[in-house]
């Protein structure tokens, strides 16, 4: 088995599919096959199919957030669009863009925002069944599959197909986004809405820091950086820090680098989210659902007034 580190070995094998397509593939093993290997070996050839997997997601996250993004004229003033899935769990078919003046709180920001990348998952989803594209959610579904059949009780859920997979890495990372940019904003009441979103724009480490979380220790991670007060909102600006340059507030971090994660390693290893890195080239995944979370904050005045507060 390679000693090579797994993200570096998910972002390759990313590019490599993005670049040669079907070509890129071999075949899998069935679940049969498998079974009959020692535990051991078992767990060797599933730790390699695992970066496939990863990768194959990676492609289509990257393509699903840089498909939003790119599409937001067609939905405006905001580019968000309410599909009722945060209240149905359902994706319509033509979803109602957000009118002005919607979006008056993080909360409302939280769940246009999901709205509208579960609304692009699930075209983007559509224009890969093309034949010209089908192999590569063809290819999810198999591996998927794979998993499944060797998966703990508490992920099979997860895996049972194609959108519940990527569904919740993009749930959780647009929530939690959303959640952060909140509770940077509270540490910056001095500035005017532009400074503010100059500063969060450049505090995208701590989204990373959760996206490089396993699945089965994130939910400590996460509880971690929860308020214990219900005044404060979602996360408590205890955790955080505004880092300064001359005195000037430059970015936000976490305060402690400790995110409360087991040191017990998890069965099911996940090699972190796969929107950390990009097959394209352009910005990673999570690097746009970052920035366009900022700009969202801006634009619907949750940053407050371009203008600086008096005294």
């Given at each position: 088995m390679s000693?090579?580190?797994p ?13 040669s ?12 096959q ?9 767990q ?77 998952l ?54 939690v ?15 005017p ?15 990373l ?10 939910v ?8 214990r007060a ?20 430059w ?46 904050a801006r ?8 203008a600086?507060?008096?005294?």
């Open positions: 000693t090579e580190a993200v570096p070995r998910v972002a390759a094998r990313a590019r490599e599919l993005r670049r397509g079907p070509e890129a593939l071999s075949p899998l093993p069935r679940a049969e498998l079974a009959r290997k020692s535990a051991a070996r078992r060797e050839l599933l730790d390699e199919l695992r970066v496939e997997l990863y990768a194959v997601c990676s492609v289509v996250a990257d393509e699903v957030v840089h498909r939003a993004r790119r599409e937001r004229p067609s939905y405006p003033p905001y580019g968000l669009v309410r599909s009722m899935h945060s209240q149905t769990r359902m994706v319509v078919a033509d979803p109602d863009p957000v009118p002005a003046g919607a979006v008056d709180s993080f909360k409302a920001l939280g769940m246009a925002y999901v709205d509208t990348t579960v609304f692009h699930h075209r983007r989803l559509e224009e890969l069944r093309q034949p010209e594209h089908a192999w590569l959610p063809r290819r999810l579904e198999e591996l998927l599959a794979l998993f499944r059949a060797f998966a703990e009780p508490s992920v099979k859920e997860r895996m049972r197909d194609t959108p519940s997979f990527l569904y919740g890495g993009l749930h959780f990372g647009t929530g986004c959303v959640q952060l940019v909140e509770v940077m904003d509270a540490l910056l009441p001095e500035l809405a532009g400074e503010r979103a100059a500063v969060l724009d450049r505090s995208l480490r701590p989204a820091r959760l996206a490089g979380v396993n699945v089965a220790q994130v400590g991670a996460y509880q971690h950086l929860q308020a219900a005044r404060l909102g979602w996360m408590d600006p205890e955790r955080f820090v505004v880092v300064r340059n001359d005195g000037v507030p970015r936000i971090d976490l305060a402690d680098d400790d995110l409360a994660v087991a040191d017990t390693p998890p069965t099911y290893t996940t090699l972190g989210c796969p929107a950390r890195s990009s097959p394209s080239g352009e910005m990673s995944a999570i690097a746009v659902l970052w920035s366009w979370c900022v700009e969202l634009t619907t005045g949750l940053l407050g007034s371009e600086a507060e008096p005294g």
